[in-house]
């Protein structure tokens, strides 16, 4: 039996070989310098942070450099895919500006390289498992579950290396008559890689954001072809980013011990090895040690996290560039003018360790920019948000759009816009003090003044013969000045501090009084827009409730 025939009876009935697929998927059309990458999930429909975060560099990477980011769904186990997982992760990374050029849509494919689905391409890696068959680079294994376990069983007892290597690989020799006899009696097999390397001996290569690496050889003649006749992700992803011509091999730093293993598919295949480029993890205190952050301990580690706590999705992503390159913070202090899409991202400036999850840092990216926010876009945010989450309140800023977009406008268009909104879930927080359905104050935060005679002989001298809706700004602070001086409090600060005994209090310890009548807090945006957008009547109403 020649070893073609020997081939095609361990893999059967298909239809192309190798070369036909070498000649099927031709070398891109892309200047030189292009970055190819992907983003290559399982289809569980859960997008971590971190996934987000190495989505985002490889997106990052294509597009400066005009090359091609695609999506390839990597669904060979089976177990793990849910139903519509792809939909959700596709909406997921489009809620975050992260768009595909090619790859899996939920159209279908979009690009010449298809398909873009792991489970679509089962032929395309047996073609290629044939073809390290016909070259003795790969073997068909029979030993079961059972068998593999007792030998890992012996082997950490041993205190010896796990794995499939050396005297443990007890099917790397069968003889192909052993085979054949085995493969009509019915016997199950896997498809094995027949390694060449030797664990003692070192591989170097250059990882992209590490540098010079240096690893173990791989010996380990690990799975390729699974009895279902579907791939392992090591040898799948080898033909995949062949054929796809992927540049550059993005992902998280837990794949790093791999690459001399998927380095020895590359090569026993023929193909160019890719650069990798290895993400460190981003990490969390957890009792004075570090770990990586983890879907299963820590709410913050799913985007769905972000989306219901109203974190805006821009914000998310400006904190993960400041994670990715530890310039971009002074670059973007720097060009205050620009799109932060124009930074031009850089390996060699990312962590080669572990990065700190820091989500203090996270929220005050958040506060700023949404200061920096128009009121009527922080208007259609929060009712976007509430619309999802807090459904009676989302009828309230629909009911009262201009005046809502108003009291977002609260000491906005300034130079130093305000910056109490850190994420929209606490937008009623903020601001629920402004709509007569939701003040039903429990507390009111009186501060220097609490004699109840005198708050009220303050309030109502001030509205009886002070107020007046159509003062500008300055008319209206000078009547407060003169309020306070008419009750004995100084109208100004410096002849407070210079003769503090000679006054009651001072200025504003009466507009305190007023603020917090209004509105029953005690820290509150520009009193005067308050005012003025709650109106006359609004105000005696308040301040009757107030005095009660």
Not at 77 to 82: A, F, V
Not at 364 to 391: D, G, M, P, R
Request: aromatic share 12%; proline share 4%; charged share 30%.
């Amino acid at each position: 039996m020649t070893r073609e025939e020997y081939a095609d009876l361990l893999l059967p009935n298909i239809k192309h070989d190798a070369e036909y697929y070498e000649n099927l998927y031709p070398e891109r059309d892309l200047k030189e310098g292009a970055i190819v990458t992907r983003y290559a999930p399982s289809p569980t429909g859960f997008v971590h942070i971190g996934a987000l975060y190495t989505a985002f560099i490889s997106s990052k990477m294509a597009n400066q450099t005009d090359g091609v980011f695609f999506l390839r769904i990597e669904d060979t186990d089976q177990k793990r895919s849910i139903d519509d997982g792809v939909n959700k992760i596709i909406e997921d990374l489009a809620k975050f500006d992260i768009n595909f050029d090619e790859g899996v849509t939920k159209e279908g494919d979009k690009g010449n390289y298809g398909p873009y689905t792991q489970s679509e391409r089962k032929e395309i890696y047996q073609a290629y498992a044939k073809k390290l068959i016909i070259e003795d680079k790969a073997y068909p294994c029979f030993c079961t579950e059972e068998e593999s376990s007792q030998d890992r069983e012996i082997q950490s007892k041993n205190k010896e290396r796990l794995g499939y290597y050396g005297k443990w690989a007890k099917c790397r020799n069968l003889s192909i008559e052993e085979v054949i006899q085995r493969v009509n009696n019915g016997e199950k097999y896997i498809i094995r890689l027949k390694s060449t390397g030797d664990f003692n001996k070192k591989f170097t290569f250059k990882d992209c954001v590490k540098g010079k690496s240096e690893l173990p050889e791989n010996d380990e003649d690990f799975p390729i072809i699974k009895s279902d006749g579907l791939p392992t992700y090591h040898f799948a992803h080898a033909i995949d980013d062949h054929l796809m011509h992927t540049t550059h091999v993005i992902r998280g730093d837990e794949w790093y011990p791999s690459v001399p293993k998927h380095t020895q598919v590359f090569v026993m295949l023929g193909f160019k090895v890719p650069k990798y480029a290895h993400i460190s993890p981003l990490l969390k205190e957890d009792n004075g040690t570090r770990r990586k952050i983890s879907k299963r301990k820590d709410p913050e580690a799913a985007v769905s996290f972000y989306h219901e706590k109203g974190i805006p999705n821009e914000a998310v992503m400006l904190y993960l560039e400041t994670v990715a390159n530890s310039n971009f913070e002074m670059w973007l202090e720097q060009n205050k003018d620009k799109d932060p899409k124009e930074f031009v991202l850089d390996f060699k400036k990312m962590s080669t360790g572990g990065t700190m999850f820091d989500y203090d840092k996270l929220i005050n990216i958040s506060k700023n920019y949404i200061s920096k926010l128009k009121a009527e876009e922080v208007y259609n945010l929060a009712l976007e948000h509430a619309q999802t989450y807090n459904q009676d309140f989302a009828e309230l800023l629909k009911q009262y759009k201009d005046y809502s977009i108003q009291i977002f406008n609260i000491e906005r268009e300034q130079k130093k816009p305000r910056k109490d909104i850190a994420y929209f879930s606490d937008v009623q927080n903020q601001i629920w003090y402004m709509f007569d359905e939701l003040f039903k104050p429990e507390n009111y935060e009186w501060q220097n003044i609490k004699d109840k005679k005198e708050i009220e002989l303050i309030l109502n001298i001030y509205l009886n013969e002070y107020y007046d809706s159509s003062d500008d700004k300055d008319t209206w602070f000078n009547k407060m000045k003169e309020l306070a001086e008419k009750l004995g409090y100084a109208g100004n600060m410096k002849d407070y501090k210079e003769n503090p005994d000679n006054y009651k209090g001072n200025i504003t310890d009466i507009s305190m009084v007023i603020r917090v009548a209004l509105t029953s807090k005690s820290m509150t945006p520009d009193l005067y827009d308050i005012m003025r957008l709650l109106g006359t009547d609004r105000m005696k109403k308040r301040v009757e409730m107030a005095l009660q």
